[in-house]
T-cell receptor, first 112, second 111 residues
Framework: DTAVSQTPKYLVTQMGNDKSIKCEQN?????MYWYKQDSKKFLKIMFS???????INETVPNRFSPKSPDKAHLNLHINSLELGDSAVYFC???????????FGPGTRLTVT | EDQVTQSPEALRLQEGESSSLNCSYT??????LFWYRQDPGKGPEFLFT???AGEEKEKERLKATLTKKESFLHITAPKPEDSATYLC????????????FGKGTKLTVNP
């Protein structure tokens, strides 16, 4: 009965590869987010989707492309991975009319 | 300039030793201020939302308060299981639904 789930939990890959991270929420929320948490634990928003529509797109390299096939899923595809992409990526969701965000367990991406 | 500043960066307490964490913010209009708890290897867990100055929320040993410039998370008689990183975030009026997070306070409570 996990509320926000992400796969995979760990991802180790080499520079230049392309990888995807998947997120699913079973809370019925309308808005989903991707955050990046760096080595200093600073959590910064990357993207937000509301009912499959992109509403927030922070200053993120265009190697990162989110996709929302439906309002319960938000995936993150990363092209041409770089060392600096190593971080923990969190998915979150929030119900309509609220700012209270509920986070997934995170995906630790390591680029070697 | 950081919109959300948390202090201290790290705090060590003995079990039962009460203290407070600070979150100061600079936004043109506050829509809400949020406190989260994050355990190692896990995602942030929502604790409280505060909307206006003077508001207070409580949960077990935690109490969050809000003024026009800052919020405090008071921890009364903490236990070792309260050890975690506590994150503060703000949502700005008139903006998108994004939260801007502070860098967190890592709390360690020793038995």
């Amino acid at each position: 009965d996990t509320a926000v789930s992400q796969t995979p939990k760990y991802l180790v890959t080499q520079m230049g590869n392309d990888k995807s991270i998947k997120c699913e929420q079973n809370l019925g929320h309308d808005t989903m987010y991707w955050y990046k948490q760096d080595s200093k634990k600073f959590l910064k928003i990357m993207f937000s989707y509301n009912n499959k529509e992109l509403i927030i797109n922070e200053t993120v390299p265009n190697r990162f492309s989110p996709k929302s096939p439906d309002k319960a899923h938000l995936n993150l595809h990363i092209n041409s991975l770089e060392l600096g992409d190593s971080a923990v990526y969190f998915c979150a969701s929030t119900p309509r009319g609220s700012y209270e965000q509920y986070f997934g367990p995170g995906t630790r991406l390591t680029v070697t | 300039e950081d919109q959300v500043t948390q202090s201290p960066e790290a705090l060590r307490l003995q079990e039962g030793e009460s203290s407070s964490l600070n979150c100061s913010y600079t936004v043109s209009g506050l829509r809400g201020l949020f406190w989260y708890r994050q355990d190692p290897g896990k995602g942030p867990e929502f604790l409280f939302t505060l909307y206006s100055a003077g508001e207070e929320k409580e949960k077990e040993r935690l109490k969050a308060t809000l003024t026009k410039k800052e919020s405090f998370l008071h921890i009364t008689a903490p236990k070792p299981e309260d050890s975690a990183t506590y994150l503060c975030a703000v949502a700005e009026q008139g903006g998108s639904e994004k939260l801007v997070f502070g860098k967190g306070t890592k709390l360690t409570v020793n038995p």
